[in-house]
Nanobody, 126 residues
């Protein structure tokens, strides 16, 4: 069983910052460093959308246009943990944020990913 557990969400004012974490564990998830990891978000009434991700090889990052220059993804393979640093937050960033793991590649669609966390709520007030 693979587990991804997000944390770090909360309520923040516009212009503020939050850092989300995603801890990976599980008997079949012994090599975190071999998985590409992504962050997605889903606002009420909207589809789940790609925020950004980091590949397993060379740790290349890719971001969706709405968050470029504001969000930064990193990973600590020794701790089996993925991070999402969110700066200059906007009310439109309000959503449930999910981390996901892909054994194949860094994709931008939900079906590119094999495992998902339960999500953490981020609310940005204006």
């Amino acid at each position: 069983q693979v587990q991804l557990v997000e944390s770090g969400g909360g309520l923040v004012q516009a212009g503020g910052s939050l850092r989300l974490s995603c801890a990976a564990s599980g008997r079949t998830f012994s090599t975190f460093s071999s998985y590409s990891m992504g962050w997605f978000r889903q606002a009420p009434g909207k589809e789940r959308e790609f925020v950004g991700g980091i590949s397993w090889i060379q740790e290349l990052t890719h971001y969706a246009d709405p968050v470029k220059g504001r969000f930064t993804i990193s990973r600590d393979n020794a701790k089996n943990t993925l991070y999402l640093q969110m700066n200059r937050l906007k009310p439109e960033d309000t959503a449930v944020y999910y981390c996901a793991a892909s054994a194949v590649r860094l994709g931008v669609l939900p079906h590119d990913y094999d495992y998902w966390g339960q999500g953490t709520q981020v609310t940005v007030s204006s």
